[in-house]
């Protein structure tokens, strides 16, 4: 036999354009690569940055190494990632040339980051305790989630729009088919605000499918997890994920999030092309506007102005649909493991039919925005079409004629010719050969009334209709239901966001994860009055022992007790621009410690004027001052990435409780941090309503530090290890409570423990619950063990109580030499 290309002389068709490249690399690696690179890369290091800094916290790499990749990282950010404030999923840059190199964008990112540090690629630990497996999958679903969020945007905004559209069009009667045929008077506004639900109903699919999309299987690696010391939790939170996984097969195998955005994706378009259809006829029959920016010209006839615009929305439904299917069909073709077609093959589709969702919902909201009345249908058309003849079998129905009777006999009436054609007599005819008794004549006005003013429709009540009074409240339920999506998708976008200007401030200090703290609160003069029991009568004097000026403040306290234990320690608080800031900032910078002094300028610092005298507790009076108006937007996002945040004196910060505070702590939380929580204890006492908000804070805290009466008041019990145990039980955090004489008190999942106190004499309990915060807080930074923290907290506490103001600070650094591990 002799084969067809046998010929010597006949020439080949070559496999491959590039000569350099095999002829798989060629026509599938390079391809591959040039469409997934410019996506893969920016996330492959965002993901990275998250991973070394976990592995530096957890001591599976050394700060040394670890640093060195971060460095390394963070160039390869500048390079590649996206600009300050971008917003839109779709990557900066264009892919990077493929050089025949490397295979894909995971080994081209080990082969930058090697030359962004200055080593070889052998030397690199990046992938320690990580697979490609568990990387790609992060990495599809941190795009992913982006464009999912550029999409919900879009689809609130067009919902707005019609229902902004329904109301300008509530009276604008028109005919309804159904079947393609002429059914029954409705209106625009009718018509618009069930389009606005349809949206709706996407956009909270989407939700459901950004909920599953957001989940983290980094740690998974190949798809069994690892035996290298990792935080799964941790590395999630630094990327903006909402929670590591739960199964490691499931989180590197699984394919239900893509096979979800595919459906809502298809959805969306073939919901929207299904309207192009009806508003196409709509602008034939001119009751709207054809809007000329939307459309294109004859090259032979100079009258047609075509909607074409319609058509390709038709025609991207019907390639979003494909796109669904390829998804589908390449999904099923995988096994349930970890394989290309039911991960990497399917990104391609998602990502162009998030590109065409996007357009497709930008030509929607146009078209909607352009949409105007034309030449309506009259009264008469609305009539001749038959549209009425159900309102006059309903009519008859409200008369006790029986419906089925009601139909047939506008059936008749409606074959022998349209409304507008009946007489009286026709009608009663037709009235007597159905058997209906009209003695008055009042079933034969009724008939001709109810087919004869379709308008009548406007008056309808029932809740959904096309009613005036129900259209307009369909609209402001779906304005209600946009802003509560909007502010769910906002949140998500600024939960991302903040996550990772977080996680960039962390790898640029990464120092600061692992052993820093940063105290968030008040920062004032306490004017201390010794040897007062009570306040002069009016008009009269009386000489005291001493007064004295001294940093107040329990943050301020709590933060330069941290940095004389050693700890590198940062304080965010507000003050004046008055002296008493300047005396503040005086006290402070004696310390080792990063200041973040926020000026409010045109108030006043706070000020604390203190009664004490012996034999009797402390008594306070205090102006907040510039402390009432810290905010979370006064705090950095740097100063998050601590291995410790602190919020202290909860109830002098008004602009720092409840929500507020709460969006600080999970920030905080994202960037890796520790939260802690001191409330201090509240002016008007434990209400019910202040009861509450400590409890929704709780929520966000790690490590929750009040004192016997603060913890008893919060839980509302009397005794304080069963107050400690009810919160550990309803909040999750754990409590570290401070008994004064009697020790602490520790309580989390493994029960609650009273640790004793050294018997002292003391000489000045001043910031005794400050310092017992800073030494925990501390000791937790430099890796003791809780119980064992606690302990050197109330050591710590309880000598600074017994040591004379001068001797305090080398008591303080005496304990951190002596007890802290280096």
Not at 429 to 451: C, H, M, R
Not at 457 to 475: D, E, F, K, M
């Amino acid at each position: 036999m002799t084969h067809v290309n046998s010929d010597p002389n006949r020439p080949r068709v070559p496999l491959r354009e590039r000569e350099d490249l095999s002829i798989f690399w060629d026509n599938h690696l390079r391809v591959a690569f040039e469409q997934a690179a410019a996506h893969d890369l920016p996330a492959m290091v965002e993901a990275s940055l998250a991973h070394v800094l976990v592995l530096r916290r957890t001591g599976a790499l050394t700060a040394e190494r670890a640093d060195l990749l971060l460095s390394g990282l963070l160039t390869l950010w500048r390079e590649l990632g996206p600009e300050d404030g971008r917003a839109s999923w779709t990557p900066r840059l264009a892919s990077p040339a493929f050089d025949g190199s490397v295979e894909d964008p995971y080994y081209f990112l080990e082969q930058q980051l090697a030359r962004a540090c200055g080593i070889e690629t052998a030397d690199l630990d990046v992938q320690l305790a990580r697979s490609r497996n568990d990387l790609d999958a992060a990495v599809f679903r941190m795009i992913l989630r982006r464009g999912i969020l550029d999409i919900a945007d879009l689809l609130l905004q067009t919902a707005a729009d019609l229902a902004d559209r329904a109301e300008a069009t509530v009276d604008a009667l028109i005919i309804g088919n159904t079947h393609r045929r002429p059914a029954q008077p409705t209106t625009i506004g009718h018509v618009l605000s069930g389009l606005a639900e349809t949206l709706l109903s996407q956009a909270d699919d989407l939700a459901g499918v950004y909920a599953e999309m957001n989940v983290s299987p980094l740690g998974s690696a190949a798809f069994t997890g690892t035996d290298i010391a990792i935080d799964p939790e941790l590395e999630a939170r630094l990327l903006g994920f909402d929670s590591a996984f739960t199964a490691s097969y499931e989180a590197v195998a699984g394919a239900e999030h893509f096979m979800r955005l595919a459906a809502v994706q298809a959805r969306i378009t073939a919901t929207g092309a299904r309207w192009a259809r009806v508003l196409q006829e709509w602008m034939n029959l001119r009751w709207v506007t054809t809007p000329t920016p939307f459309t294109q010209g004859s090259s032979i006839m100079p009258q047609k102005k075509n909607p074409v615009v319609l058509e390709h929305m038709v025609s991207m439904a019907g390639a979003s649909n494909a796109e669904l299917a390829s998804v589908y069909n390449t999904i099923a073709a995988g096994w349930y493991e970890d394989s290309n077609n039911a991960t990497t093959d399917v990104q391609k589709p998602l990502w162009s039919n998030t590109d065409r969702v996007i357009r497709f919902l930008r030509l929607y909201d146009g078209v909607v925005l352009a949409l105007e009345p034309d030449q309506l249908p009259t009264p008469a058309d609305i009539v001749r079409s038959g549209a009425t003849t159900t309102a006059v079998a309903e009519a008859l129905a409200t008369r006790s004629v029986p419906w089925r009777a009601a139909h047939g006999l506008v059936g008749r009436l409606f074959r022998a010719g349209e409304p507008l054609t009946w007489t009286p007599e026709q009608v009663a005819e037709a009235l007597a050969a159905g058997g209906i008794a009209d003695p008055d004549g009042s079933l034969v006005e009724l008939v001709l009334a109810s087919g004869r003013e379709p308008e009548r429709i406007l008056q309808r009540p029932q809740a959904g209709s096309p009613g005036i009074a129900p259209v307009l409240a369909t609209v402001a339920d779906i304005r209600d239901q946009i802003a509560e999506l909007r502010e769910e998708f906002g949140a998500r976008r600024a939960h991302l966001d903040a996550s990772r200007a977080a996680l960039l401030a962390a790898s640029a200090h990464p120092e600061r994860v692992a052993g820093s703290l940063t105290v968030i609160g008040n920062a004032n003069l306490d004017v201390i009055v010794h040897g007062a029991t009570e306040i002069p009568a009016p008009g009269t004097e009386r000489i005291v022992d001493d007064i004295e000026v001294r940093l107040g403040g329990s943050a301020a306290i709590a933060a330069q007790r941290a940095a004389q234990l050693g700890v590198p320690t940062r304080l965010v608080t507000k003050v004046g621009a008055d002296p008493a800031a300047g005396v503040v900032r005086d006290l402070l910078a004696a310390e080792p410690l990063g200041l973040d002094l926020i000026v409010a300028d045109g108030t006043p610092s706070g000020l604390t004027v203190v009664a004490e005298a012996p034999g009797r507790d402390r008594s306070f009076l205090s102006s907040l001052g510039a402390m009432a108006e810290l905010a979370p937007d006064d705090v950095p996002a740097d100063a998050l990435s601590a291995g410790v945040v602190l919020s202290s004196g909860y109830f002098l910060l008004p602009g720092l409780q409840r929500d507020a505070l709460s969006t600080v702590l999970r920030r905080a939380k994202d960037a890796g941090a520790r939260t802690a929580l001191d409330t201090g204890d509240p002016d008007d006492g434990w209400t019910p309503a202040t009861r509450a908000d400590v409890l929704a804070v709780l929520a966000d805290v790690d490590l929750f530090l009040p004192n016997e009466a603060e913890l008893c008041g919060v839980a509302e019990l009397a005794d304080v290890e069963a107050a400690a145990a009810a919160l550990v039980a309803r909040t999750g955090c754990t409590v570290v409570a401070k008994l004064g004489a009697s020790g602490a008190l520790v309580a989390d999942a493994d029960g609650v423990r009273r640790l004793g106190a050294p018997r002292i004499t003391p000489v000045d309990t001043t910031g005794a619950g400050d310092s017992f915060n800073a030494a925990l807080l501390s000791a937790l930074l430099h890796g003791v063990a809780l119980d064992d923290a606690a302990e050197f907290a109330v050591a710590t506490a309880s000598a600074l109580v017994a040591a004379r103001a001068e001797d305090r600070e080398a008591v303080l650094r005496d304990a951190g030499a002596r007890f802290l591990p280096v």
